[in-house]
Structure formats: structure tokens, C-alpha cells
């Protein structure tokens, strides 16, 4: 019994060893290049003087895309807490960046999007203990507006942690 219970603990330290090392490493690298690449794209967007480039909906994208390394440190437990303690926040910052970019070049907009499903996957991939919650939540939220609206909250506050990376401090209120 004790060889038993040995065997799968080395199995399961090894397999997550594995991902910590090696899965996580390569979707978050790979989370980075996108991020890099968007940037690189938005500034020659800039450069080109092209529609939509000098709007407020590019400036913002623009700040956002400032610092790519950021995927490696985001976490979605942060996003959950962050969301939670300040929920006034999140959807004043969501409902803003929703009519900014609602009303930008089809360009700037589908860039925001992809923006957002690259940190989402990187917070994803630095919480891994969340992956069985956040499918029942998810699952859940095919039939309720109101965990769609939590989801949105929660992908807008995982975004805002990277500025913990510049050294910025996120003030938590109850």
C-alpha cells in the first residue's frame, strides 16, 4: 500500500513538475511573442498613420501592450480577488474600455480582443488549480447572464494586474 501510495505520488509530482517546467514555460512564451507582435503591429499602425491609429482606443491598447512580460506573473486567483474587493471599479474600467473600443476602427477592436484572450490564457496558465472551478463556472454561465457579466469582470480585472509587473500597487477596498 505504502508503494502504491509513493508511486502515484512521484507520478503525480513528476507530471506537474512537467507542466510547471515545460507546458507553462511554452504557453507563456508563447503568450509573450503574441503580445510583442501586437505591439510591434500597433506601432507601425502608428508609424503608417493609418485610420484609427491616433485615436484614444490605440493609446490605450498601446499602454496595455507596454509590458508583454507581464503574462508571467498574472494569476487568476489575483483576478478573482482583485474583482471581488473592488467590484465598482472593475465594471466602471469594463463598461469605459467597452464604449472605447466599441466605437473604434474594426482593427483596434478585433486587436483588443486577442489582447485579452492572450492574458486570460496566460492567468490560465499560472493558476492551474482553477481549471475545475472555472469550467463549472463557465459551464454555468451558458445558462446565466449574471456569471457571463462576472466572467467579463474577472477577464477586465486580470488584465489590470499587469501593472504589478511596473511596480504599481492594486489598492484593495472592501
Known amino acids: 500500500m505504502i508503494t502504491i501510495l509513493i508511486l502515484v505520488f512521484a507520478v503525480i509530482t513528476t507530471l506537474w513538475l512537467f507542466y510547471w517546467a515545460i ?3 511554452f504557453i507563456l512564451d508563447s503568450a509573450q511573442d503574441e503580445l510583442c507582435r501586437m505591439s510591434a503591429a500597433l506601432d507601425w499602425a502608428i508609424i503608417e498613420d493609418q485610420i484609427g491609429a491616433k485615436t484614444e482606443a490605440a493609446q490605450q491598447l498601446s ?4 509590458y508583454p512580460e507581464a503574462v508571467r506573473a498574472i494569476s487568476l486567483f489575483q483576478a478573482i480577488i482583485a474583482r471581488f474587493f ?14 472605447i473600443f466599441n466605437n473604434s476602427q474594426p482593427w483596434l477592436r478585433e486587436m ?3 489582447k485579452t484572450q492572450v492574458y486570460v490564457k ?4 499560472n493558476s492551474p488549480a482553477c481549471w475545475l472551478p472555472l469550467a463549472l463556472v463557465l459551464l454555468a454561465g451558458i445558462f446565466s447572464q449574471k456569471i457571463q ?3 467579463d469582470e474577472t477577464i477586465s480585472a486580470t488584465e489590470k494586474l499587469k501593472g504589478k ?7 484593495i477596498h472592501a
Open 149 to 151: 457579466q462576472w466572467w
Open 63 to 66: 499602454k496595455h501592450l507596454e
Open 112 to 114: 483588443w480582443q486577442r
Open 165 to 171: 509587473m511596473k511596480g504599481e500597487k492594486l489598492p
Open 23 to 25: 507546458v507553462r514555460s
Open 122 to 125: 496566460a492567468a490560465m496558465a
Open 86 to 99: 473592488r467590484p465598482v471599479e472593475m465594471k466602471t474600467e469594463l463598461a469605459r474600455e467597452r464604449i
